[in-house]
C-alpha cells in the first residue's frame, strides 16, 4: 500500500465518480480504477459499490475513508512540526549541562542568545559529564557543556574556558585571612567535597594526590551551594570555583599557590550527526561568545 493510492481513495471517495476523480488527480480513468482496486485487493473488502457508472463509498468504504483522514491529518501535522524544528528560529535544543553552571553561567548564556533568537526552545538535563555523555550518545541531547574528558569517537569536545580553584575555608578558620597557600598546608585539614562521578570531584581528587594529600572527607555533596554551605558550617574545607551562590559572609577564599588548580569546561556533540539548525545556532554563539572573551 502506498501513500499515492490513499489519496486517490480520498479523491474518488469525496467525488463518488471515477472520469472527475481521474481529472481532478490529472491521470487517466484506467489507471485511476487499477489503484483502487488494487487497494481494495490489498484491504480484502470492497469499499465502494458500483451501479453502472455510479460508484459510492459503502460501509467498509466509510470507515476506511475517516481512518485514513485521521492519517492525512497526523501526517500534516507531523509535517508542520518537523518544518517547524528545521526552522532556525523556531526549533528546540536539547541541553546538557554540569550542575555547577546552573546558577548563573547556563541562565546568562540562554539570556543572551534569546535577545537574538526568542521563539527557539530548550530543553533542559542537569547532570555530571559521564551521565552527559550516555544521554548525548543516546539521542537525548543535541550538544552539552560538561568538563574535560576522556572521549572517543563520534563524541567531539572543544574547551570554552577555564575557571580556577579556590580553596575554601570558614570564615573563622586560621587560614581565612590568608591571600594564598600552598596545598601541602591543607594535609591536616578535614575535607568537604563533591560526590565521587562528578568532574569537579575527579578534579580535586587528582589535586590532591598531586599534592600526596590523602583527604579526610567529613562530606559529600552532589552540589557545590551544599558543599559550600558545610564549609560554611565548620566542617572542613573545600576545593571550588568561584560561585555567586557562595556566602562572602561565611567562606573565605584563597589562591593556590604552588600549583596550577583549574577546571576545564567545553562543548560537547556527536560527530556527523544531524543537528537541528537551532542547536547548530546556538552552538555557534557559544563559540563565537567564548572566542570573544
Same mark, same amino acid.
Given at each position: 500500500?502506498?501513500?499515492?493510492?490513499?489519496?486517490?481513495?480520498?479523491?474518488?471517495?469525496?467525488?463518488?465518480?471515477?472520469?472527475?476523480?481521474?481529472?481532478?488527480?490529472?491521470?487517466?480513468?484506467?489507471?485511476? %480504477?487499477?489503484?483502487?482496486?488494487?487497494?481494495? =485487493?490489498?484491504?480484502?473488502?470492497?469499499?465502494?459499490?458500483?451501479?453502472?457508472?455510479?460508484?459510492?463509498?459503502?460501509?467498509?468504504?466509510?470507515?476506511?475513508?475517516?481512518?485514513?483522514?485521521?492519517?492525512?491529518?497526523?501526517?500534516?501535522?507531523?509535517?508542520?512540526?518537523?518544518?517547524?524544528?528545521?526552522?532556525?528560529?523556531?526549533?528546540? &535544543?536539547?541541553?546538557?549541562?554540569?550542575?555547577?553552571?546552573?546558577? %548563573?553561567?547556563?541562565p546568562d548564556l540562554i539570556r543572551s542568545f534569546r535577545q537574538k533568537h526568542p521563539h527557539i526552545r530548550f530543553?533542559?538535563?542537569?547532570?555530571?559529564?559521564?551521565?552527559?555523555?550516555?544521554?548525548?550518545?543516546?539521542?537525548?541531547?543535541?550538544?552539552?557543556?560538561?568538563?574535560?574528558?576522556?572521549? =572517543?569517537?563520534? &563524541?567531539?569536545?572543544?574547551?570554552?574556558?577555564?575557571?580556577?580553584?579556590?580553596?575554601?575555608?570558614?570564615?573563622?578558620?586560621?587560614?581565612?585571612?590568608?591571600? %594564598?597557600?600552598?596545598?601541602?598546608?591543607?594535609?591536616?585539614?578535614?575535607?568537604?567535597?563533591?560526590?565521587?562521578?562528578?568532574?569537579?570531584?575527579?578534579?580535586a581528587d587528582k589535586l590532591l594526590n598531586a599534592a600526596g594529600i590523602k583527604p579526610k572527607i567529613t562530606f559529600?555533596?552532589?552540589? &557545590?551551594?551544599?558543599?559550600?554551605?558545610?564549609?560554611?558550617?565548620?566542617?572542613? &574545607?573545600?576545593?571550588?570555583?568561584?560561585?555567586?551562590?557562595?556566602?562572602?559572609?561565611?567562606?573565605?577564599?584563597?589562591?593556590? =599557590?604552588?600549583?596550577?588548580?583549574?577546571?576545564?569546561?567545553?562543548?560537547?556533540?556527536?560527530?556527523?550527526?544531524?543537528?537541528p539548525p537551532s542547536a547548530r545556532q546556538f552552538q555557534q554563539f557559544v563559540f563565537d561568545f567564548y572566542e570573544?572573551?
Open positions: 500500500m502506498e501513500w499515492q493510492q490513499l489519496e486517490y481513495f480520498v479523491t474518488v471517495a469525496k467525488l463518488e465518480h471515477m472520469t472527475r476523480a481521474a481529472e481532478a488527480l490529472a491521470i487517466s480513468q484506467p489507471a485511476l %480504477s487499477r489503484s483502487i482496486s488494487k487497494l481494495e =485487493e490489498e484491504l480484502g473488502v470492497p469499499l465502494f459499490d458500483r451501479q453502472g457508472r455510479s460508484i459510492m463509498l459503502n460501509r467498509y468504504g466509510e470507515l476506511f475513508l475517516y481512518r485514513v483522514q485521521r492519517m492525512r491529518k497526523e501526517y500534516e501535522k507531523a509535517v508542520l512540526e518537523l518544518q517547524e524544528l528545521n526552522n532556525p528560529e523556531l526549533g528546540d &535544543v536539547s541541553l546538557g549541562f554540569l550542575h555547577t553552571l546552573g546558577t %548563573s553561567i547556563v530543553h533542559f538535563t542537569q547532570n555530571y559529564s559521564h551521565s552527559q555523555l550516555k544521554q548525548l550518545l543516546a539521542g537525548e541531547l543535541d550538544i552539552c557543556l560538561l568538563a574535560a574528558i576522556d572521549t =572517543e569517537p563520534p &563524541v567531539c569536545w572543544k574547551e570554552l574556558w577555564r575557571d580556577e580553584l579556590y580553596i575554601m575555608v570558614p570564615i573563622d578558620h586560621p587560614f581565612a585571612t590568608r591571600k %594564598s597557600i600552598k596545598m601541602k598546608e591543607l594535609e591536616h585539614e578535614n575535607f568537604v567535597l563533591m560526590k565521587k562521578g562528578y568532574a569537579l570531584r575527579r578534579t559529600e555533596g552532589d552540589e &557545590v551551594s551544599t558543599v559550600a554551605g558545610f564549609v560554611g558550617a565548620g566542617l572542613g &574545607v573545600s576545593l571550588l570555583p568561584v560561585d555567586e551562590d557562595l556566602n562572602p559572609n561565611k567562606l573565605a577564599k584563597i589562591r593556590v =599557590e604552588d600549583m596550577v588548580c583549574e577546571r576545564i569546561i567545553g562543548m560537547a556533540w556527536i560527530e556527523n550527526r544531524y543537528l570573544k572573551k
